[in-house]
Each structure stands twice: as structure tokens, then as C-alpha cells.
């Protein structure tokens, strides 16, 4: 697979999560809404984490807010909007991962310095997510990938069940396109689970570069997001 934009957004996104899950008490960094599911567990089963994940929504919603005017803004300036959040986005993972690897390992959820990394990270993924569906609205989403399965899975029943010759094309094109973004998050979760078992907090050295990779592809080549 070519190594467009989207694509290195959505390694990164299963890269993160993946890795901030087990590193930060069950918190997901990128899926923020998985973290109802965990946070009841949280309460149920005593598990640490409660005040991160209660946090993770409104943290979330906040910084895809100032995404959001900020990029409006940088656009009516005649400014690169995307690749300055890009690039908003690299200073977060690196500034997470200063914390993860300084302040790490985290035994508790709901100490202030998982709490602070854990947000730290939320913040970058939001950023992410409002980027993707602002500007690279055409892509997969690069965090989610319940939806692009679900519509993976009909896009298989239909060429199954026969398509008219017209139609045939997109519904192909679609279905690759949906078909990397889930086999490339899952390849980012993978190597996120290798990386903490080998490296511990040290595993998220990865995501800035992965994420320095998507800003320089971005700066080399402006129009990737309409692709």
C-alpha cells in the first residue's frame, strides 16, 4: 500500500490507542467514547482510571472545538490549516511521550502524571479527528473503524450479489480504500502491543514519528488530501 496521508493517520491512530490503553489503565486516547464502556468497568471492578476517563470526552471535545476556529482562522489568512494542526499534533505525541517515558510507568490511572500524559495524547488524537473529517473527509476515518467494516462487509454482500457493470468500479475502489485503513489501524494496534511488551513507555517514541512522516508527506505533496 502507498503511504498516503490517511493512511499514516489511521497507523497512527491504532498505534496510540493501542498503547495508551495499556500503558494508562484501559484509557482510550483516540476512541474517547470506548471509555463509557471502561469507565464502568472502572467503577465495577475497582479498576484505576476513573477521573482520565471522565475527562477523556470533554478534553476531546474541546480541543476538536478549537480545531476547528483555529483552522477556520489559519484559512482566512491564506495560511496551511492542515499542516499547522499537523504539526500542533507531532508537538503533542512528542510532548506525551517526554511524559510517558519520564513519568512512566503508571500503576495507578488516576495519578496526575497518567492523567497528564493520558490528556496530553486525547488532545493529539482530537486533533487528529478533526483534521480527518475537515480536511480528508473523502478517506476512511483514520480512529474508527466499526463504520468502514460495517460498510466493508455490505460493499462485499453487493459485488456478491451482483452490481450493475456501472457501479462495479466505485464500489471496488470504496472497498480498497476501506480495506487498507482497517488492515493498517490493525497493523498500528500490533505493533503498539509488541512495542509495550518489549519497550514499555519507551513504545511511544513511535507515534512521533509516524506522525513526522504524515507532516512532511503533507508538505511535500499539498494536495494528498484530496486523494
Known amino acids: ?71 477556520t482562522r489559519l484559512r482566512r489568512r491564506k495560511l496551511p490549516a492542515l499542516g499547522i ?28 502524571a497518567a492523567i497528564v500524559t493520558g490528556m496530553t495524547l486525547v488532545a493529539a488524537m482530537a486533533i487528529q479527528n478533526a483534521v480527518h473529517r475537515i480536511h480528508l473527509s473523502a478517506a476512511p476515518p483514520s480512529t474508527l473503524m466499526t463504520g468502514t467494516t460495517t460498510q466493508i462487509m455490505i460493499d462485499l454482500g453487493d459485488l456478491l450479489g451482483g452490481v450493475t457493470a456501472e457501479a462495479r468500479p466505485a464500489i471496488v475502489a470504496r472497498l480498497k480504500r476501506m480495506a487498507a485503513a482497517v488492515v493498517v489501524f490493525a497493523i498500528g494496534c500490533g505493533a503498539a502491543a509488541l512495542g509495550f511488551a518489549y519497550a514499555g513507555v519507551w513504545c511511544f517514541v513511535a507515534p512521533p514519528v509516524v506522525a513526522l512522516a504524515a507532516l512532511v508527506l503533507r508538505l511535500s505533496a499539498p494536495d494528498e488530501e484530496a486523494k
Open 1 to 71: 500500500m502507498k503511504p498516503t496521508l490517511p493512511l499514516l493517520l489511521s497507523l497512527n491512530a491504532g498505534y496510540v490507542d493501542t498503547a495508551g490503553f495499556l500503558a494508562l489503565q484501559g484509557l482510550f486516547t483516540a476512541h474517547v467514547t470506548g471509555n463509557f464502556v471502561t469507565l464502568g468497568a472502572s467503577l465495577v471492578l475497582g479498576i484505576s482510571g476513573v477521573v482520565a476517563k471522565l475527562l477523556a470526552l470533554p478534553v476531546f471535545c474541546v480541543v476538536v472545538m478549537l480545531s476547528r476556529l483555529v483552522g
Open 85 to 112: 494542526l499537523l504539526a500542533v499534533k507531532l508537538a503533542l505525541l512528542v510532548a506525551g511521550a517526554v511524559l510517558a517515558i519520564r513519568l512512566g510507568p503508571f500503576p495507578s490511572g488516576d495519578s496526575l
